[in-house]
């Protein structure tokens, strides 16, 4: 013998409403975690900025980009995509972590929406990925970046950048799903991260490259974004690489973000 | 009578490297407004019945509700009225207090207002108004285990689940906890609460199932679960295995139970504890024998196991034997220098070493001088 309560039926409208506060409150949970440890963040940002300096001082000597473009013009374009990319990684460690310490638990006995958990990780991340963009843009200038397009030109480039890493966290959320714990997330995350962004065009022209790489390091999604960037910010056949580029991100949304909810759903069962 | 949760039949499977039966038929129904104990040793299947009932986890079969709602097809329904505090204090460390509490409002879609006011009050009631805006790093296991509890009552819940809520609690910690779960209840609130420590199941809970192995191998209120043990028990420990031989022959007159022996160990389950005592000191002693340890118990989870199966507690699940101590401080009042001496639960079951389950059944006996 059981006691029926009335079961509350929920509006679709208000359901959409509900996901994207429970989005907000997952958002500001995480970015709270960046004024708790700020540590991380600082070294979230140590790092790209590292990059430039080594890449500016050491490789630029000896890099000569074939369009007579000075290198720091040219490689600093390709450091802010790698740079977002690499970012990607904490999304997977965050997403392990809440998954080891029992905190996913909670959540899914929660009235939240399910997407919400993954949602809110994406959107801090992207959150934290502007602030790496802002200050590195800051020490490009610093060590002579000289971008030669449009303001909105350059604007562009950041929005194609921001994208590009949203777009990437959702599938790193799927490694940190399916990691059994925040270590490993990390470690199978770097083999996928380093032939993209080092078999790339974001540091060096492809055409010193063998001919079986280079197809690969033409089209692979961080050479294009990171192309479409350079030609936005410093002049070049924008067109095509900017529309390769969010099709490669809307590509990538398309897939991983079902994906990505469904490792959620399923990795408890 | 209502019941504000039903479990049917439930079965689930844990497919990996070994296949766990973690669920095997398991049925029992929760009465509105009391508490149910689930009661069992690690790896019984308490938690998974637990996460399927939260619909956390999917049944392979079987069904069950929460206030009339199907938790596999209304599970949207069932977690607007559940709360669920969990052994693995689901709170995030680098949040205060007062922010992990917020969060579990908002997540639950409480308007803004009436969030911060239930929080403030939730706070307040649970003693940790003076913490609220500290990191949860700083708390001590006990603030923790109680913001978890305020977490899982943020949305006022009609059911709420405790799993192992005490384990690892020191004693006035415990108490603490134990006094918020019986105002609950007062207030209308149906608890269903899983433990490892009989005196808390006979503490709180009203009708009790004891889990072993993903069965329900007893039922009942806890009167009549320690009525079917006897009252208390008696242990004396000797020197060695000849004269635990003839404590044996000289305990055996006690009744009605029988005497049961491990190693250098003889227990027996007696009606009148102190009574008991007594007849059996002189007994021993017209027989010559010097015990070098005599203690009287309250039953412990392990004697509810070895007079419901045969087996000692704790089967296959040793890993967390260490942290299972079935305290039980009540038996201290029952006689002279009672359960003090843990040690001797431990000799008693690593001596046996039967079914290689050794390990968790020193854990469960050796409780008796009570947690750290």
Known sequence: ?269 | MTHAITADDLRKVFRGRREVRALDGVSFAVEEATVFGLLGPNGAGKTTAVRILTTILRPDSGTARVLGHDVVHEPSVVRTLIGLAGQYAAVDEHLTGRENLTMVGRLNHLGRTVVRDRVAALLDEFGLTDAADRPLKTYSGGMRRRLDLAAALVARPSVLFLDEPTTGLDPQSRNDLWEVIETLVDNGTTVLLTTQYLEEADRLAKMLAVVDQGRVIAEGTPAKLKADLGATVLEVGLHDHGDADRTMAALAALGPHSPTREGSLVEVTVDDGPRAAMTALRALDSEGITPIHFTLREPSLDDVFLALTGRRAGGGAGQDGTEAGTGTEAGAGTGAGAGTEAGTGTEAGTGTGSEGSGQGASALGAGTGGRP
Not at chain 1, 126 to 153: E, K, Q
Not at chain 1, 156 to 174: P, Q, T
Not at chain 1, 196 to 205: E, G, I, K, Q, R
Not at chain 1, 237 to 258: D, K, R
Request: glycine share 8%; net charge positive; aromatic share 12%.
């Open chain 1, 1 to 269: 013998m059981s006691v029926a309560t009335l079961a509350p039926r929920v509006h679709p409208a208000r359901r959409v409403a509900r996901a994207l506060g429970d989005t907000a409150t997952i958002t500001r949970r995480n970015l709270l975690h960046y004024t708790r440890v700020p540590i991380n963040l600082f070294f979230s940002l140590v790092q790209p900025v590292m990059f430039v300096l080594l890449f500016r001082y050491v490789f630029g000597g000896a890099i000569h980009p074939p369009s007579k473009v000075p290198y720091v013009d040219f490689l600093l374009p390709g450091v802010f995509v790698q740079t977002v990319a690499f970012g990607a990684v904490s999304t997977s460690i965050g997403l392990a972590e809440d998954l080891q310490q029992g905190l996913v638990e909670r959540f899914r006995a929660l009235p939240m929406a399910r997407a919400a958990v993954l949602a809110g990780r994406t959107s801090a991340d992207l959150c934290r990925n502007v602030v790496v963009v802002v200050i590195m843009t800051g020490v490009g200038f610093a060590v002579g970046f000289r971008p030669s397009g449009s303001a909105t030109a350059f604007l562009a480039a950041v929005g194609l950048i921001l994208l590009f890493a949203y777009a990437l966290s959702w599938g790193f959320a799927f490694i940190g799903l399916s990691a059994p714990n925040s270590e490993t997330a990390q470690v199978m995350s770097f083999p996928l991260l380093f032939p993209l962004t080092f078999a790339s065009s974001s540091f060096v022209p492809v055409q010193f490259m063998p001919g079986w790489l280079r197809g690969f390091a033409t089209y692979q999604p961080v050479s294009v974004t990171a192309t479409a960037c350079r030609d936005l910010m410093i002049g070049g056949p924008v067109a095509t690489w900017v529309v390769q580029s969010v099709l490669w991100t809307t590509g990538f949304l398309v897939v991983m973000i079902p994906l990505a909810v469904w490792r959620y759903r399923s990795s408890s069962r």
